[in-house]
C-alpha cells in the first residue's frame, strides 16, 4: 500500500478530509522550500504538493507565475526539487506529490526520472500538460518505480476522456474547481461538485479539489463533497508578501493551521 492509499485510509476511518498544500520549489529560495516543507507537515499537511518551475505555465495564476519565475532566475530544476525532497523526507513522512509541466521532465529525461524521484522520496506525479490519449507509457514507467500518476479534470473534461484518466490515475484525481487557471476565489462554484460527481461514477479513487480554495470556509465545504481540498495559490501568496522576513517560515505554519481550524 502506497503512502497516499494509506493516508487517504486513515482519514476516511476519521471521517475527515484531506488538506494538501502546494508550494513552489525555490520561490522564494530552495533552503526556505526545504523548512516551509517541513513546516506545512507539522501544521496539519495529510500530502504536500511540489511545484517544479516553468517558464511558460499556462494552467497558473498570476501569483504562481511570480514564483514560478523568480526560482528559475536562480535557476532552480527539476533536479533541485527532487534534492528538495530527499532533504526533507529524513524530517517528515507526508506523502509527496511532485506537480509539473512536461518540459522540465524530459530535459531530465523521462527514463531516468521515475526511479530518481522514487529514489528521492517522491509518492506521485501530477504533469499539468500530458494528455491521457499519450500518456500510457510515461504512466507505465512510474507505476514500475512504485509513482503513482495523477491526473487533472475539468468541468470540461468530456465523459469519454473521464473514463480514460480513471484507467490510468492512481493515487487520487485531481478536480479542478472550475475552468481557467488558478487563482484565488471568493465562493466555490456547483461545477466543482458536480465534476466530484462525475468522476465516481467511473473512478473509486479519492477525489482531490483544487483552483480557487482560499479560506478555511472553502476547505470545509470541498471537504462535505470531495475527499481532499488543495490550496496553492493563496499560501504562495502568503509566502510572496513575506518574502525576506525572518519569520517566514512559521508565519506560514501559522496560516495553514487557520486553513483547517474548523476540522478541530
Not at 513522512?93 to 524530459?106: A, R, T
Not at 500538460?129 to 479534470?153: C, K, M, Y
Not at 479539489?209 to 488543495?230: K, L
Request: glycine letters at 8%; charged letters at 25%; proline letters at 6%.
Amino acid at each position: 500500500m502506497s503512502r497516499i492509499q494509506k493516508k487517504f485510509g486513515e482519514l476516511k476511518h476519521s471521517g475527515r478530509g484531506a488538506f494538501i498544500p502546494f508550494i513552489t520549489v525555490g520561490g522564494p529560495d530552495l533552503a526556505t522550500t526545504e523548512h516551509l516543507l517541513v513546516e506545512l507537515a507539522k501544521a496539519g499537511a495529510d500530502i504536500i504538493e511540489m511545484g517544479v518551475p516553468f517558464s511558460d505555465p499556462v494552467a497558473d495564476g498570476e501569483v504562481i507565475q511570480r514564483a514560478s519565475e523568480r526560482a528559475l532566475r536562480k535557476g532552480v530544476t527539476a533536479h533541485d526539487a527532487l534534492t528538495c525532497a530527499r532533504n526533507v523526507r529524513q524530517h517528515i513522512d507526508v506523502p509527496i506529490v511532485l506537480f509539473s509541466y512536461f518540459n522540465p521532465l524530459l530535459q531530465f529525461g523521462p527514463e531516468p526520472f521515475a526511479p530518481a524521484a522514487r529514489h528521492a522520496g517522491i509518492d506521485a506525479v501530477l504533469v499539468t500538460d500530458l494528455i491521457p490519449e499519450e500518456a500510457e507509457s510515461w504512466t507505465q514507467n512510474l507505476l514500475r518505480h512504485g509513482l503513482d500518476p495523477i491526473f487533472l479534470v475539468a468541468p470540461t473534461t468530456s465523459d469519454k476522456r473521464l473514463a480514460r484518466i480513471a484507467q490510468q490515475a492512481h493515487g487520487f484525481i485531481y478536480a479542478v474547481s472550475r475552468a481557467g487557471v488558478t487563482g484565488e476565489r471568493d465562493e466555490m462554484t456547483r461545477d466543482a461538485e458536480d465534476l466530484v460527481k462525475r468522476v465516481r461514477s467511473v473512478s473509486d479513487l479519492p477525489v482531490a479539489v483544487g483552483f480557487g480554495i482560499s479560506s478555511p470556509e472553502q476547505v470545509c465545504a470541498v471537504w462535505r463533497f470531495a475527499d481532499a481540498a488543495v490550496v496553492g495559490s493563496a499560501i504562495v501568496t502568503e509566502i510572496e508578501k513575506l518574502s525576506g522576513e525572518s519569520n517566514l517560515v512559521n508565519r506560514i505554519g501559522e496560516f495553514a493551521r487557520s486553513l483547517i481550524a474548523p476540522a478541530g
